[in-house]
């Protein structure tokens, strides 16, 4: 279990019922620990050093989560795409990289062609990278045939991601393909958007519902499986600090309600996990494959 709190994932996939859920891996970012999540102090991770790489940062993946269903395959963001960006002085992440989420789609079988949706969780580049970057040997983004579901209030205020890194280029790109939802909208057989924003003024989860079970894609809810212990630690990046602590304390009850799995795209080498009070704060106990 440590060891894999302190590297980034390989893919992983879950079956529910008649839905496989599998994690795309593209890349990874390090986190500063105590600028990331400003809360924080140095006694916290020095009570907490199973988070930390040899560097002393936290470890974050960066790819998406691909849903399959019958032929049918959808999948919620995009990662970073094929780009590499090192560490600068000041920001609260470190040298971050994408690339290999095509590779490792082809190894679970399934052509960019076979998307026919690339849901967003929020307009932040570590989430869109495939989506606007051209396909290597062409001028498009890989997914020309899907379209991109976007909560609607995040779309709608698409410049405040402007304002965090996300060029207005890379919007155009993304404006055709663009589907703006609402919540609690199926976007995919058995998927549903569920917006909890704060993070970003329109960020959504996606809920996915096979049979009595569920798994909940929280997106940047949530950055490290320590925050289900202390929701309270919000992140740099938080748009509305007050509005994603709340959302982060109510998904914390939503993944603790039984048959429920949690899906953290950033949550190093243990994205998919139950939440388990035990009697003390709740925790995140990974599911394997």
Known sequence: MEERLRRAAGIRSLTIGDTTVSYVPDGAVQLAPRAW??????????EHPEYLDDSGNLVASIGGL???RGDRALLIDAGFGPQAVPAQPGNPHGAIHGGALLDNLAALGRRPADIEAVAISHLHIDHLGWAWHPAPGSDEPAFTGAHYPISEPEWNQRHLAEAQGTSREILEVLRPRVRTVTDGEEIFPGVRAMLTPGHTAGHAAYVITAGER????FGDAFHSPV????PEWWAAPDHDRGRSTSFRRALVDELTTPRTIGFGIHFADVQFGHVRSDGGRPAWRPVDD
């Open 37 to 46: 999540l400003p809360d924080t102090t140095d006694e916290t991770w020095g």
């Open 66 to 68: 691909l849903v399959e």
């Open 214 to 217: 569920r798994v909940i894609a």
């Open 227 to 230: 925050q289900m212990e202390h």
